[in-house]
């Protein structure tokens, strides 16, 4: 098979935004207890945070991660996380059927944000609480002191504001298993008033309304027209989650998923526009994008611990990824640089053990799954401008979507350097593709690295013993000549191209 791409400067989609890097921590399974935070691991610093799993947050080139939940947020009481560790209470944590010790919150948090380098984005309870305890957790971070909620931060050592702008109201209150689940309409109206007051305080807060759960949501569409139609003045964007997995053995649609995530992206702005040209607005309401990954939902692990068992952090939802995974997660994150002028934020959720690119052992080994991969060279090197770029590729037919392009891919550009950059799958089960890369608009860059994610058998994944016989490697068939690159694509595979 051959395919073309042809890349212009001229043809800028908006800027490559760092948060579009973002990931998750969410207190479920062992994503902060046994993954981030491990008092007894070797690499543990004062509060209990693993060194190793640090460095490797910072080498994945995570921007913002997103805290305490997903669905442990909505019935969660921030206080207990604060203050001296042996006069927190132990709770019951609904959300995952765990016990939650309360040992780590917002404050360690802040902490482990600024020694990962990420910018910490806060989620508030609107499930079993409301704007009261939003307007507390806004004041106990963000207000310098001279007030209750300040002065308590600064009495448990945070003498500085923890200064975050970033602020989601709930986490998918249109789903029925949220704790609190709300009609649109009830929703709509609890977000708006918590926005309106939450801005009284701090008025340069951004905020993160909820919109649907998956594009399969029997109230997707009407659900962010509701919202919106009551909290478009006072937030500045709109949630969006998808999880994708092979089904059935259907690698070809599973391969395709980044379509439905194009789609789900093209109606949300298209509600949320509808919903601004009908108030007469200026103002344009953007996607944070604050769940994104692939997550194999129906495996045993993924399933909470039920009767009298009340674990603290129980292994759940621990997705093993396969290289195939990683292909798309690759692809995913080509369709949100795609969409960067409507998408300014992202979460791959989650970060670690959870769903996440990065594994641990308890006290012991910490490893990257082949998810880690592409997310890193794309969080690494996207940069300057998103480049909407045309590709002319074979079609192949699926199940879900119909006849998909067997090369999906995007281009950065950046014009002070002149570096520019291309991310590329191929969704083929079987066939090579030869792709040629039409640089007309680029007559004077030379490739400096070609690298692939591929494997004959894509069903590899990393474990602690072996997470190093799959990596991306040098893609040795990429050659230049006049007429611009080729580079052979094997199936089910990521490339990233960089010239300078
Ligand atoms: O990320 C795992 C869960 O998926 C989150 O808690 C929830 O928001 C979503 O359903």
């Not at 990420?118 to 609480?129: C, D, H, I, Q, Y």
């Not at 604050?290 to 009298?308: F, H, I, L, Q």
Request: aromatic content about 8%; proline content about 6%; charged content about 25%.
């Amino acid at each position: 098979l051959f395919a073309g791409i042809t890349v212009d400067p001229a043809f800028v989609v908006g800027p490559v935004r760092r948060r579009t890097f973002g990931s998750f921590v969410e207190h479920l399974g062992r994503c902060v207890y046994s993954g981030l935070h491990d008092p007894g691991h070797p690499t543990a610093d004062a509060d209990g945070f693993r060194g190793d799993v640090v460095d490797l947050v910072r080498e994945l080139g995570v921007s913002a991660v997103r805290y305490p939940g997903g669905n442990f947020v909505s019935g969660y009481r921030w206080e207990d996380g604060v203050g001296a560790r042996a006069q927190r209470p132990t709770r019951l944590d609904l959300a995952w059927h765990s016990t939650e010790p309360n040992t780590v919150g917002v404050d360690e948090f802040v902490r482990w944000a600024r020694r990962a380098g990420v910018e910490p984005m806060m989620a508030v309870n609107l499930g079993t609480r409301g704007i009261q305890e939003a307007l507390d957790l806004l004041e106990y971070c963000n207000v310098r002191g001279g007030t209750a909620w300040s002065d308590l931060r600064r009495a448990n050592g945070a003498e500085e504001p923890h200064a975050i702008r970033m602020w989601c109201l709930g986490n998918e209150m249109d789903g029925p298993w949220q704790i609190g689940h709300k009609t649109a309409q009830e929703y709509g109206r609890l977000a708006a008033e918590t926005a309106r007051a939450m801005r009284q305080l701090q008025p340069d807060l951004e905020l993160v309304a909820c919109g649907s759960s998956g594009s399969g949501m029997p109230t997707f569409g009407e659900w962010e027209r509701v919202v919106l139609g009551e909290a478009y003045d006072v937030v500045d964007l709109i949630s969006a989650h998808a999880y994708y997995c092979e089904e059935d053995g259907d690698l070809a649609s599973f391969l395709a998923s980044a379509l439905d995530m194009d789609q789900f992206i093209e109606s949300v702005v298209a509600t949320a526009d509808a919903v601004r040209a009908a108030r007469k607005a200026t103002r344009r309401i953007n996607l944070s994008f604050d769940e994104w990954n692939v997550w194999y939902v129906k495996r045993a692990e993924s399933r909470p611990p039920t009767g009298d068992d009340w674990p603290i952090a129980p292994v759940l939802l621990e997705d093993r990824y396969n290289v195939a995974d990683a292909v798309v997660v690759g692809s995913l994150l080509i369709s949100l640089l795609r969409h960067t002028d409507r998408v300014h934020a992202a979460s791959l959720a989650q970060l670690v053990n959870v769903i996440a690119p990065i594994m641990t052992e308890p006290g012991g080994r910490s490893w990257r799954q082949t998810t880690f991969h592409p997310f890193a060279l794309t969080a690494r090197h996207a940069a300057g401008e998103v480049l909407r770029i045309v590709v002319d590729a074979p079609v192949h037919d699926t199940a879900r979507f119909g006849e998909v392009p067997a090369v999906d891919a995007v281009a950065t550009y950046e014009p002070d350097t002149g570096g520019l950059v291309l991310f590329a799958v191929n969704r083929s089960t079987t066939e090579p593709v030869g792709l040629t890369v039409d640089l007309r608009g680029f007559p004077r860059l030379r490739i400096v690295e070609a690298v692939t994610l591929a494997n004959p058998d894509h069903t590899w994944s990393a474990t602690a013993d072996d997470a190093t016989t799959v990596l991306p490697r040098p893609n040795t068939s990429a050659a230049q000549d006049e007429d611009g690159v080729r580079v052979e694509l094997p199936p089910v595979s990521w490339t990233m191209l960089r010239l300078d």
